[in-house]
């Protein structure tokens, strides 16, 4: 991070703002950039760039010309920046309406768009207009990451470029290179999909992202427009929901309860005409890749007899992860320093952008800790005092005390006493108004579920996204394009009983079904929080049973009610969030897994405790798992996006399953459309 392009970024923000008649390129030269540029032509091009960058903060430059001097000359051509024509408008929210909105930003905390999320609420935090509010005893939603596919694409509708990607055509079943123009993105039937131009066809597609079979790249030069007043909800809305199908499937006995519990009336436990030791199941199903992700991942403990899509999908799963699995293992090397950052590299635009944050923030909270301030930006001391001092050596071209920013932090408490103008936080960016606005639309009746007075919740709803709407202007642009469905958890009793049970410190009892252990257990738990990927809902509670915390979905509990005793574990007050879906212990097995590029996410997904970069974007990552059993199914199930590498014998004992699972479709030199 280049602490001079910051500061030279900072003084020129705040020379322009400060100018009523403006300031010509000789000024500007001479008083903000000292030099820095060896000619004209290098200040030119160094003036256009940081230009530019200003722009994306939303500052736009005004350009004066004096047509008694000149007219048109470089030379007399002044500039300058509004005082308003950046700053975020006002928003005074209610309390509800602060809870609503806490609520759909902590949708995002761990999906692409969570930065931005965060930095639209601290915005609305250093306005002076956000209430402290707590938000819904236990209850935490989530987006479920869709992995780096959504991430890249997201980027590229930002930036207005087109993207390349390999995609899985499913009217045909062949792979094929797209090049498309990204508009829009939504959620639908538990999917994540794409719209788009499709240069190849020019014409509008919609594109599924878990079919895509590479990396999305931005491809070089291209800017496009999109078409106005599109709605990626609309365009989604016209997305028929995939036809009804049946699946027949050879099922080892006794195996696989969770599977055979959705087998349709009267094709379940017929036995197989092949092998005694199988029963032969029909279940329906919709999505065929959805269900060979789940097929995929039982391996040798079922087979599928038809139809011939279902069948091809689940052995090029497997053939995928048997051929990843089975290239020669390479060297383990982790950074001394323990888990390598996965996000980009922070540049001088970021460190700006917390600047123009942190400067209203503290006009309007004098005093705090500089701990506090350091916590609220999620950075280090040592950083957010490298942010002070950058601050305390920029001001105005003059540069006499007075012209400077008046900041101290004596004795480790933060008051600011000159902002020269940077009191209102900048205006919302496109993703973080897509992020607010998206999040609110997908909350649905969540937060009525989670204990807010219903009228309250459902007004408060409908006022903070009238309120957002109008304070993101022309910024809302993004909004549009990024549809999500709604987070609220169709099991609404079990929810209803879980959040009552929390708030009033009561146990529960509950019978759960476990597809990995092929049992339904009853168990008496401590509910302690709910929290949720997409609609899929999960709660966190220390079972009796274990002796220790555990994490239940919703859609598996098959009976749920108090049993009359207070909790002998409180739920945790404030604890950081997000709840994690695996709750390690002394007993877990440490496993170090390669993912490639599209399986990077997993990293995040399973808390890994280190990691390391590889070539091509894929990772290195060391992650505990409570039962190493396991691990086969995990292999299997993503396809070739993540393998194992130590220990030794897990590498071998998945090997052994892929080739098992594989048998029955003719080994691992099966075709991917064997229909047997």
């Known amino acids: 991070m280049s602490a001079s392009r910051t500061e030279r970024l900072l003084n020129l923000l705040l020379a322009l703002l400060n100018t009523k008649v403006g300031l010509s390129r000789a000024v500007l030269r001479e008083k903000v950039y000292h030099g820095s540029a060896e000619n004209d032509v290098a200040f030119g091009r160094m003036f256009e760039r940081d230009k530019v960058d200003l722009k994306q903060f939303g500052f736009d430059i005004e350009t004066l010309t004096d047509p008694g001097f000149g007219g048109d000359d470089p030379a007399s051509t002044r500039y300058r920046i509004g005082k308003d024509s950046n700053v975020l408008p006002d928003v005074n929210l209610t309390p509800a309406e602060c809870t609503v909105l806490l609520l759909a930003a902590q949708l995002w905390e761990r999906a692409a768009l969570g930065t931005a999320a965060a930095n639209a609420v601290r915005k609305l935090q250093a306005a002076g207009g956000f209430a402290d509010v707590d938000l819904p005893a236990g209850v935490q939603p989530r987006i479920k990451p869709a992995g780096q596919a959504f991430d890249d694409v997201v980027a590229a509708m930002h930036a207005r470029h087109a993207v390349r990607f390999g995609y899985l055509a499913g009217s045909t079943g062949r792979e094929e290179t797209r090049e498309v123009e990204p508009w829009g993105l939504g959620s639908r039937f538990g999917q994540w999909y794409l719209v788009g131009l499709d240069r190849g066809r020019a014409a509008k597609r919609i594109f599924r992202l878990s079919r895509m079979t590479t990396a999305v790249t931005a491809v070089p030069g291209s800017v496009f427009e999109t078409p106005a007043g599109f709605n990626?909800?609309?365009?989604l809305d016209s997305l028929n929901e995939l036809p009804l199908q049946r699946a027949v499937l050879e099922v080892d006995a006794g195996r696989l309860l969770a599977l055979r519990k959705r087998a349709?009336?009267?094709?379940?436990?017929?036995?197989?005409?092949?092998?005694?030791?199988?029963?032969?199941?029909?279940?329906?199903?919709?999505?065929?890749?959805?269900?060979?992700?789940?097929?995929?991942?039982?391996?040798?403990?079922?087979?599928?007899?038809?139809?011939?899509?279902?069948?091809?999908?689940?052995?090029?799963?497997?053939?995928?992860?048997?051929?990843?699995?089975?290239q020669p293992p390479i060297p383990v090397q982790f950074p001394e320093a323990g888990r390598a950052p996965r996000s980009r590299k922070r540049t001088s635009e970021d460190q700006l952008a917390r600047m123009l944050q942190l400067v209203p923030f503290l006009v309007h909270h004098q005093g705090l800790h500089i701990q506090q301030v350091a916590d609220h930006f999620g950075v280090t001391r040592k950083a957010l005092i490298d942010d002070l001092k950058i601050l305390i050596c920029s001001g105005l071209p003059e540069g006499y005390p007075d012209d400077l920013l008046d900041i101290q932090w004596e004795?480790?408490?933060?008051?600011?006493?000159?902002?020269?103008?940077?009191?209102?936080?900048?205006?919302?960016?496109?993703?973080?108004?897509?992020?607010?606005?998206?999040?609110?639309?997908?909350?649905?009746?969540?937060?009525?579920?989670?204990?807010?007075?219903?009228?309250?919740?459902?007004?408060?709803?409908?006022?903070?996204?009238?309120?957002?709407?109008?304070?993101?202007?022309?910024?809302?642009?993004?909004?549009?394009?990024?549809?999500?469905?709604?987070?609220?958890?169709?099991?609404?009793?079990?929810?209803?009983?879980?959040?009552?049970?929390?708030?009033?410190?009561?146990?529960?009892?509950?019978?759960?079904?476990?597809?990995?252990?092929?049992?339904?257990?009853?168990?008496?738990?401590?509910?302690?929080?709910?929290?949720?990927?997409?609609?899929?809902?999960?709660?966190?509670?220390?079972?009796?049973?274990?002796?220790?915390?555990?994490?239940?979905?919703?859609?598996?509990?098959?009976?749920?009610?108090?049993?009359?005793?207070?909790?002998?574990?409180?739920?945790?007050?404030?604890?950081?969030?997000?709840?994690?879906?695996?709750?390690?212990?002394?007993?877990?097995?440490?496993?170090?897994?390669?993912?490639?590029?599209?399986?990077?996410?997993?990293?995040?997904?399973?808390?890994?405790?280190?990691?390391?970069?590889?070539?091509?974007?894929?990772?290195?990552?060391?992650?505990?798992?409570?039962?190493?059993?396991?691990?086969?199914?995990?292999?299997?199930?993503?396809?070739?996006?993540?393998?194992?590498?130590?220990?030794?014998?897990?590498?071998?004992?998945?090997?052994?399953?892929?080739?098992?699972?594989?048998?029955p479709y003719g080994g691992h030199s099966a075709s991917d459309t064997a229909t047997g």
């Open 264 to 326: 349709v009336a009267g094709g379940t436990g017929t036995p197989s005409a092949e092998t005694s030791n199988r029963d032969r199941i029909v279940v329906e199903f919709r999505d065929p890749e959805q269900l060979a992700e789940e097929l995929a991942s039982y391996g040798p403990h079922v087979q599928v007899t038809e139809p011939a899509e279902l069948r091809a999908a689940v052995v090029r799963r497997l053939k995928g992860a048997a051929e990843f699995n089975g």
């Open 232 to 235: 990626a909800r609309e365009e």
């Open 411 to 663: 004795n480790d408490h933060v008051y600011i006493t000159e902002h020269l103008d940077l009191n209102r936080p900048v205006r919302f960016s496109e993703d973080e108004a897509a992020a607010l606005l998206t999040g609110l639309a997908m909350l649905g009746d969540l937060p009525a579920l989670a204990g807010m007075a219903g009228d309250e919740s459902g007004n408060a709803l409908e006022s903070v996204t009238i309120k957002l709407t109008g304070a993101a202007g022309q910024a809302g642009r993004l909004a549009g394009a990024v549809a999500g469905q709604s987070v609220a958890p169709e099991q609404s009793k079990a929810f209803g009983t879980i959040t009552q049970a929390i708030r009033d410190g009561r146990q529960l009892r509950l019978r759960y079904l476990s597809p990995q252990r092929d049992e339904v257990t009853e168990r008496d738990v401590d509910p302690l929080r709910l929290f949720s990927l997409d609609n899929t809902w999960y709660f966190e509670a220390y079972c009796h049973s274990k002796t220790g915390l555990r994490n239940f979905r919703l859609d598996r509990v098959e009976s749920l009610g108090p049993n009359g005793r207070p909790v002998a574990v409180a739920a945790p007050a404030g604890e950081d969030f997000p709840a994690r879906l695996f709750t390690p212990s002394d007993d877990d097995v440490q496993v170090v897994l390669e993912l490639t590029r599209q399986g990077a996410g997993l990293a995040d997904d399973y808390y890994a405790e280190r990691t390391a970069p590889l070539p091509g974007g894929g990772l290195l990552a060391e992650v505990r798992f409570g039962n190493a059993d396991w691990l086969p199914m995990f292999v299997s199930q993503h396809g070739g996006a993540v393998r194992i590498i130590d220990p030794e014998e897990l590498r071998h004992a998945a090997h052994e399953w892929l080739e098992a699972a594989l048998a």
